[in-house]
């Protein structure tokens, strides 16, 4: 899963550039609306039950058949009101009749997404990832390779949104074959008065969480496509799936990180706070030099990759990759919260800061357009991790001395890093200098003893595990 995540970001990524390229910042901007307008909703269809169906299928795997068939009869209610909602929405919302199209065609795609999410949910119960994996990498691979062809075939915009829908459904009935060809568990909705009762009380926080969680990631594009068109959706889609491509960074330590942080809250406070602290070390060393870099070469990456038309776009990159920052240090706060009985605590943080992200949004696009954009995230992510940290004194005693220390010796070492990367772009091109980087960087990490032998080892471990 964790290879299928890496190699869908990276395929998401290239295939963004290759669209961006070609069809210009506007219909990029049209482009990514849909996508992030329907991604608000999608969440409306689940509302947790996935997530319920695991934990409660794992605990009584007799009743698998009649859970699933429960949780496909609620989805497909909601998945028909979710998308009239959807529907409904675009239309009140005064949008020319290309972008309805989109959003009505990558509704659809939202449907059967939602519901190979759940049949995938069936296979976790029974530890089998792989087929997820396959399923995720392919399906990923074939929107790149239709969208592709359609794109240099010169059709309308309308056929890259096609080109998630066909694999989405593709993927939808090749995980129910393997769901029925490996466990016969049969794809029938059913609707079961008591499982249902079981699972929607338990799905609550889940529902809640999620929302928030979607509300904060994605309103802020819809937002700013209300307030300052197209364009400006356009300019902020580049800094947007660049920060987004690093953010599978985290995930292998972060799954790592949560049995560890459950089993030694009920065992351990003492190593329980040692390995939260090395966490945070960890992804500091990690995310630092990457935030670093691309400020520095923003420009540069932005007229080779996007050309000129994306200047707008560098400023914004540059704001993200702060937020970069706060994302990735944020990622062991918020895993122990969730891993330490603060799951509830969590959902209010995340319900506040989306509550302030989409204020910021309203009153600063108006006046300050896509820098605005990337500037609340700024701020919420920060507000994340800053609240979020608040509270971890009260479930275990870490050292606030050796984080500052740790943050002091990185950011020494990045800025060191900075001055290289940017010396040598100013001599040759961007590509020498991030070769640069990647030399000084690792050196000046030793040398400022951010990181030892020892650390480098233990973190190959936590990985394994």
């Not at 795609?109 to 997820?132: A, I, K, P, Q």
């Not at 529902?207 to 209300?226: E, G, P, Q």
Request: charged residues 10%; hydrophobic residues 55%; glycine residues 4%.
């Amino acid at each position: 899963m964790t290879i299928s995540s890496i190699g869908q970001k990276i395929i998401s990524f290239v295939y963004f550039t290759i669209i961006a390229r070609q069809i210009g910042v506007e219909s990029t901007g049209k482009y990514f609306f849909a996508l992030s307008f329907t991604t608000i909703f999608v969440v409306f269809v689940d509302l947790g039950l996935t997530n319920v169906l695991v934990r409660e299928g794992a605990k009584a795997k007799e009743k698998i058949q009649n859970y699933f068939s429960t949780v496909l009869s609620v989805k497909i209610l909601l998945g028909i009101l979710t998308y009239l909602s959807a529907i409904i929405a675009i239309n009140l919302m005064g949008y020319e009749v290309e972008t309805k199209h989109l959003v009505y065609l990558s509704a659809v795609t939202m449907l059967f997404d939602s519901l190979h999410l759940s049949v995938y949910g069936v296979l976790r119960v029974y530890g089998n990832l792989r087929y997820e994996a396959l399923g995720a990498i392919s399906s990923q691979l074939l929107t790149m390779i239709l969208g592709t062809i359609f794109l240099y075939s010169g059709l309308p915009i309308i056929f890259l949104i096609l080109a998630y829908t066909l694999p989405s459904f593709l993927n939808f009935c090749y995980a129910s074959t393997i769901l029925y060809w490996q466990y016969k568990i049969k794809l029938i909705p059913r609707h079961d008065k008591e499982a249902f009762k079981l699972m929607a009380k338990i799905a609550v926080p889940f529902a809640l969480s999620a929302i928030f969680t979607r509300l904060y990631a994605y309103a802020d594009s819809v937002i700013l496509s209300k307030l300052a068109g197209d364009e400006a959706v356009g300019w902020y889609s580049i800094p947007y799936k660049v920060t987004f491509a690093f953010q599978f960074l985290p995930f292998a330590l972060l799954a790592s990180l949560f049995p560890r942080f459950s089993e030694y809250f009920v065992s351990n406070k003492e190593r329980l706070a040692r390995i939260f602290e090395q966490s945070v070390k960890y992804l500091m060393v990690v995310v630092f030099p990457i935030a670093v870099g691309i400020s520095v070469l923003a420009r540069d990456i932005i007229v080779t990759l996007y050309k000129e038309q994306y200047l707008n776009s560098v400023f914004p990159l540059q704001i993200l990759m702060v937020s970069l920052i706060f994302i990735f240090l944020s990622g062991p706060v918020t895993t122990l919260l969730n891993a330490c009985d603060k799951q509830i605590t969590q959902t209010v943080i995340i319900a506040f800061v989306a509550v302030v992200n989409i204020t910021l949004n309203f009153i600063l696009i108006p006046h300050f357009g896509v820098n605005a954009v990337a500037f609340a995230a700024l701020v919420g992510n920060f507000l994340i991790l800053a609240i979020g940290y608040y509270f971890v004194p009260k479930i275990t005693s870490v050292s606030h001395t050796y984080l500052l220390k740790s943050l002091g010796q990185v950011f020494v070492s990045s800025f060191v890093m900075g001055i290289a990367v940017w010396y040598v772009n100013l001599q040759t091109n961007f590509i020498f200098a991030i070769l640069s980087g990647a030399v000084v960087y690792p050196i000046m990490i030793f040398i400022t003893r951010a990181m030892k032998k020892q650390d480098v080892l233990t973190l190959i471990e936590m990985i394994k595990k």
